[in-house]
DNA sequence: ATAAAATGTAAATTAAATTTTACATTTATT
DNA sequence: AATAAATGTAAAATTTAATTTACATTTTAT
């Protein structure tokens, strides 16, 4: 699963924290998910695009592992 | 998690068992996911959309308890 | 160059998604 | 009306996401 996280952070100017916090859960798993590492729950990778003012497909991109 | 899972499937005209098997996962879990019993994964949910040739955002949509 | 902030990572635990098996109920077909 | 197909559901087991704590490394600011 690749995204857009990082580019979109840098955008709002925001650290992964402040992502976390925002969309209520741990600085570590922003970690994870923008470093690819999983898949997040469909509700948390839509409320992360949200904040991006972003679709889910703007934000994630399916690979054929996923 | 509200979805039009069940609309797009008339749509198709294909069953939650068809689904699954494009999608790779048990019927038991559209089933689940159709009456909205929770949240499934990023990925799975970007193949069902994809399915339907539509967006994540026009299949799903978050409510407050999400 | 130093200190502070941000990011990366890892192990152990908890929470949630998904599978499997199995059966009951509802809807469509003949 | 009878049969088959589709859907609903549930418990137990497994897999995966997410948390917590803790520390190391990298980047940014002074």
Chains 1, 2 share one sequence.
Do not use: H, W
């Not at 690749?2 to 840098?10: P, S, T």
């Not at 690819?36 to 972003?54: D, R, V």
């Not at 679709?55 to 054929?64: D, H, R, S, W």
Request: glycine letters at 4%.
């Amino acid at each position: 699963m690749k995204n857009r996280i990082r580019i979109e952070r840098a955008i709002l100017n925001i650290t992964q924290a402040e992502l976390a916090e925002r969309v209520q859960v741990s600085r570590q798993t922003i970690n994870a998910i923008e470093a690819g590492k999983y898949s997040p729950t469909l509700a948390l990778g839509m409320k992360i695009a949200a904040q991006f003012e972003k679709t889910v497909n703007e934000i994630f991109e399916l690979e054929e592992e996923d």
